[in-house]
């Protein structure tokens, strides 16, 4: 059974910053191209940011420059760097893993982030 432990979410002004984590076990890290994605009430989920094995990483366009994702291979956690946050990042961001092999894609349970003063 495929786990994704997220954690970090939570409640900030806009202006600041948030560190969302995720762990995961180091097979299923190893052989994943790892991803942060959020949903808001009523739209799809989208793809925030993404980290592949050899830590090539992409961005949504709007949180180039503010957000940074990056992979710890000692402790098999993705990490979302989140700064200058914005009011319309309030969402709840879900980490993603999928199997480079087979493109299988297994989510994590969720945490919110809240842009607010």
């Known amino acids: 059974q495929v786990q994704l432990v997220e954690s970090g979410g939570g409640l900030v002004q806009p202006g600041g910053s948030l560190r969302l984590s995720c762990a995961t076990s180091k097979i299923i890290f190893s052989i994943s191209t790892m991803g942060w994605y959020r949903q808001t009430p009523g739209k799809q989920r989208e793809l925030v940011a993404g980290?592949?094995?050899?830590?090539?990483?992409t961005y949504e366009d709007s949180v180039k420059g503010r957000f940074t994702i990056s992979r710890d291979n000692a402790e098999n956690t993705v990490l979302l760097h989140m700064n200058s946050l914005k009011p319309e990042d309030t969402a709840v961001y879900y980490c993603?893993?999928?199997?480079?092999?087979?493109?299988?894609?297994?989510w994590g349970q969720g945490t919110q982030v809240t842009v607010s003063s």
């Open positions: 980290i592949t094995r050899g830590g090539s990483t």
């Open positions: 993603n893993a999928r199997f480079d092999s087979t493109g299988q894609s297994y």
